[in-house]
């Protein structure tokens, strides 16, 4: 079955930068689009990226545009989303989502959740 | 960006009862509109899709209707299994958005 696996979230001061990973098995994972969603208390689900099954395209939501960068190894089947200039509002559950196409705007729904890796911002 | 509101925002119900949660698009996304449940600890789980599909191996007492800017999720028969928090999101455009979510708890 599919498996997506999250890792490197922990507490972070603010400002710096930190990278999360997400492999992914039981799937081609190279033939696939890849999103990032991610979850506070306060501001519920909130789309943060995606990137194309080859890299080729990518987009970002506006609260972490310019901060974030999205990126994948499709040799290991994984997934990157590194992080910079993290603030108190990047507190969250960051999940790993596989799309159902190999595009990024195929306006299909996210069926394959990770378990979630959780990032805090704090000092 | 698409904006998603839902109502109400919690609901308290009893097993057997007749559950609906309400959706609400800023705009027309015709029926890229999908529902998900999501329990204490876990990952959403997708229940409805294009506004009105049941996917595999959810329980036909959950189902969906509507297009454009208005959508319902509809649980006929509330089960002890169903007490989550549930989640709709616009697939029709980059961002993909989310509403608050609403929180079906046992009264």
């Known amino acids: 079955q599919v498996l997506l696996v999250e890792s490197g979230g922990g507490v972070v001061q603010p400002g710096r930068s930190l990278r999360l990973s997400c492999t992914g098995s039981?799937?081609?994972?190279?033939?696939?689009?890849v999103h990032w969603v991610r979850q506070t208390p306060g501001k519920g689900l909130e789309w943060v990226a995606a990137i194309s099954y080859d890299g080729t395209y990518t987009s970002y939501g506006d609260s972490v545009k310019g901060r974030f960068t999205i990126s994948r190894d499709n040799s290991k089947s994984t997934l990157f989303l590194q992080m910079s200039s993290l603030q108190p509002g990047d507190t969250a559950v960051y999940y790993c989502v596989r799309d159902l196409c190999s595009s990024i705007n195929c306006r299909e729904y996210f069926q394959d959740w990770g378990q979630g890796t959780l990032v805090t911002v704090s000092s | 960006d698409i904006q998603m509101t839902q109502s109400p925002s919690s609901l308290s119900a009893s097993v057997g009862d007749r559950v609906t949660i309400t959706c609400r698009a800023s705009?027309?996304?015709?029926?890229?509109l999908n529902w998900y449940q999501q329990k204490p600890g876990g990952a959403p789980r997708v229940v409805i899709y294009?506004?009105?599909g049941l996917e595999n191996g959810v329980p036909s007492r959950f189902s969906g209707s509507g297009s454009a800017t208005d959508f319902t999720l509809t649980i006929s028969s509330l089960q002890p299994e169903d007490f989550a928090t549930y989640y709709c999101?616009?697939?029709?455009?980059?961002?993909?958005?989310f509403g608050p979510g609403t929180r079906v708890d046992l009264k």
């Open positions: 294009s506004a009105s």
């Open positions: 039981g799937f081609t994972f190279s033939g696939y689009g």
């Open positions: 999101q616009q697939s029709y455009n980059l961002p993909a958005t």
């Open positions: 705009q027309n996304i015709e029926n890229y």
